[in-house]
């Protein structure tokens, strides 16, 4: 693979790990999802710097390489809008072309319409534009859909604690990679619904599984779990990513 530089910023009061290939006048910044980390992009910010741009990717604020923020449990929406813009300023970034994928679309749009003097162009993959306001959606999925149990205090932490954390990564891919959102039963809980001898997706090497199970050794779940699933998002808009 291409060398990808890393360093480490400091934003808002935090150490965000960053990583960047490509010098081109022009920037590409990618905002990850979950349980995405700065790797998701490896391959795209290559071949964006390929094509002339300077391609950047960070670890949000509890995520993977970055500081865990000192009340995780206060995290939002709006806290990775502030990082990114901030981030932005800190490297000397006017305007940049943003791609998020699942809870980092989320930012991507908010920072479009709140700052879009910064935003030269945006791409979304995986969650389409809404306006902020509660939302029942979730109201309307079974309740063992994985957004709804996700989002109850303590049970996404006792499920993903009964396994190591390559475990955990690895079901969560197999799952995701299904043509359904996961939904369990009411005696299952939603790591249960994996069979431990299914292979990954043939898309998910186990050098990437290796990757991932690396970075969130480091960080853990706590925020990730925190933002999006359990977070007032309050700044966007109903009750966590799914709602």
Known sequence: MEHISHTHVEVNGLKLHVAEIGTGPKVVLFLHGFPQIWYTWSYQMIAV???????IAYDFRGYGLSELPAEPEKGGFIDLVEDTIALLDTLGISKAFLVGTDL?????????????????????????????????????????????????????EADFGRFD???VIKNIYILFSGTKPPTAREDQEIMDMVDPSTPLPPWFSEEDLAVYASLYEKSGFRYSLQVPYSTNVADYGGEGLCS
């Open 49 to 55: 710097a390929k094509a002339g741009y300077r391609a």
């Open 104 to 156: 980092g679309s989320f930012p991507a749009y908010m920072i479009a319409v709140l700052y879009p003097e910064r935003v030269t162009s945006l791409v979304s993959l995986g969650v389409p534009f809404r306006l902020p306001g509660p939302r029942d959606d979730i109201d309307l999925m079974p309740e063992g859909f994985y957004c709804k149990r996700w989002q109850e205090p303590g049970r996404a």
């Open 165 to 167: 954390v390559k475990t």
